[in-house]
């Protein structure tokens, strides 16, 4: 892209207010410079700001158009980000201050201003594979030494085993729960009629329509369950963005603080049944050190032999519960019976199933095809 000296124009200005409502916050202190923009992720702004102490603080907006709901979003995460430091020992990053657009430097957005940690690293740079390139998807190395993988899957374990005060039956749910997917559907949403060739035909539009359709009355009914499921299970906080680039390590491999929990909400205790997919080429080994913790915290008294994880985890994986694609043909017989093939669902064989549609998705059906 062309240098757009128009646009460039005002970011002094910008950066300017960033830096004088950062200082505002640490009085006494001088900034030792301007603020500097510390992460542009995939759902966040960062300006990082250095004082002349050595103290850093992290000044994090929404990003527009990336972000559907901003305000709720920055809530969400200050409400979660409290609530772990005040009930968990999982290590999060220490709130200075938060407020709306309103409030914000240069009308910026809803913000949240944070002490900053100084980390050698974080997770991902530590596991993934070699050849990685900026922009690329990193990928779990699968030569990582067990002895450095047990190292990390030990700390990762023990947030996940994190103990903190059940949810109690009278609570009020004062606001919904917001999800990545909320926020991904939303941005989405275009696509319901600019479907940039999601599908090969009109025939496979219906197929996969109804397929889809089937799976959400399946699990309206509660049917997807396993003979493991429990309904009496709590449901526990989940994290939809718990992944290894937010997980920040100090120099000795030691996890120093969990970043980014703004997707965060409480779900059914099954959400956690299922295994991270990037720990797939060592899963066994993720499985193994995640029992021995679970064995532990239960020796302490810190988790109930009901709660383990580590054998729903494996279960999950062994059905291929997350493959929906791949394993839909074998639910459909199960729960429907006749064996269709998977080549027959592009067939008019498949009218059959849409008999099995409630009649509201039925007259869905037309428009959205």
Avoid at 44 to 71: A, H, N, T
Avoid at 255 to 271: H, K, L, N, R
Avoid at 300 to 328: C, P, Q, Y
Avoid at 361 to 366: F, I, N, S, W, Y
Wanted: hydrophobic share 40%; glycine share 4%.
């Amino acid at each position: 892209m062309k240098y757009d000296g128009v646009a460039w124009e005002p970011s002094d200005n910008v950066l300017l207010a960033v830096t004088n409502f950062m200082a505002s916050y640490r009085e006494g202190v001088r900034p030792v410079d301007r603020a500097r923009i510390a992460d542009l992720g995939a759902f966040s702004l960062c300006f990082r700001l250095v004082f002349e102490d050595g103290f850093s603080s992290l000044l994090r907006f929404p990003c527009p158009c990336r972000v559907m709901f901003p305000e709720e979003k920055v809530q969400n995460e200050v409400a979660i980000m409290t609530y772990l430091q005040q009930n968990t020992k999982i290590p999060v990053l220490k709130i200075i201050h938060h407020g709306t657009s309103e409030d914000s430097p240069a009308g910026l957005g809803p913000f949240v201003l944070m002490e900053y940690v100084e980390h050698a690293s974080n997770l991902a740079t530590q596991l993934r594979a070699p050849g990685y390139q900026r922009g690329d998807r990193p990928l779990l190395d699968p030569d990582n030494e067990e002895e450095k993988l047990e190292l990390f899957y030990s700390q990762i374990a023990d947030i996940l085993l994190a103990r903190w005060p059940e949810m109690q039956i009278g609570w009020n749910v004062t606001n919904r729960p917001l999800t990545m997917n909320m926020n991904e559907l939303t941005e989405f949403l275009h696509l319901v009629t600019q479907r940039n060739d999601a599908v090969d035909s009109e025939q496979d539009c219906r197929s996969r329509y109804v397929a889809r359709r089937l799976f959400c009355k399946l699990a309206a009914e509660s049917r997807l369950n396993s003979h493991t499921t429990s309904n009496s299970l709590p449901f526990k906080l989940f994290c939809d963005d718990l992944r290894p680039t937010n997980i920040l390590l100090d120099d000795n491999m030691k996890i120093i603080a969990v970043i980014d929990w703004e997707f965060t909400y409480t779900a059914p205790a099954e959400f956690a049944s299922m295994p991270p997919w990037t720990y797939q080429p060592h899963l066994e080994s993720f499985l193994r050190v995640l029992k021995r913790q679970e064995d532990t915290a239960i020796a302490n008294k810190t988790l109930a032999e009901s709660r383990r994880i580590s054998g729903r985890m494996r279960e999950s994986w062994g059905h291929r519960d997350w493959a929906f694609d791949a394993v839909w043909p074998m639910m459909d017989a199960k729960f429907f019976g006749g064996g269709m093939a998977p080549d027959q669902y592009n067939s008019p064989h498949n009218e059959e199933r849409m008999k099995l549609l409630d009649v509201g998705d039925r007259e869905a059906l037309g428009p959205f095809v």
